[in-house]
């Protein structure tokens, strides 16, 4: 796919949030790479680059305090060579952004992967 298209189809996703969440998003870019680099990959204690779809860099929002002011935006990177790896149909690839930026957005307002399995969303 061409990475124009896929960004289409990151923007859409952001885009098709509920409004609340949506407006609640500040600071953060939501960027799409080919692949995960070494240092991200062990952020989050995986070894192979093709594991990997999406991953949240940033303080979540439950964390943050008062002093929280004038950093940089938090970062969601969508990768996109994993994702086509993975999953081949224009349908299945779209479906496969959709949850991994909700996935990643979760983590933004401070939902951890354990608890996102215990609710069984991902």
Excluded at 86 to 97: C, F, Q, V
Aim: proline content about 4%.
């Amino acid at each position: 796919m061409e990475r124009e298209r896929f960004e289409e189809l990151v923007t859409q996703a952001v885009e098709n949030l509920p409004k609340k969440f949506k407006e609640s998003l500040k600071n953060i870019d939501i960027l799409v790479q080919d692949w995960p680099s070494q240092q991200q990959l062990e952020s989050v204690r995986m070894k192979r680059r093709q594991d990997l779809y999406g991953l949240y860099e940033g303080i979540p929002l439950t964390r943050r305090g008062r002093g929280y002011d004038m950093v940089l935006p938090d970062k969601i990177t969508i990768f996109q060579k994993p994702i086509e790896m993975r999953y081949r149909s224009d349908e299945t690839i779209t479906k496969k952004i959709q949850s991994t930026v909700r996935h990643e957005i979760a983590h933004y307002f401070g939902i951890s992967d354990a608890r996102l399995r215990e609710i069984g969303r991902y």
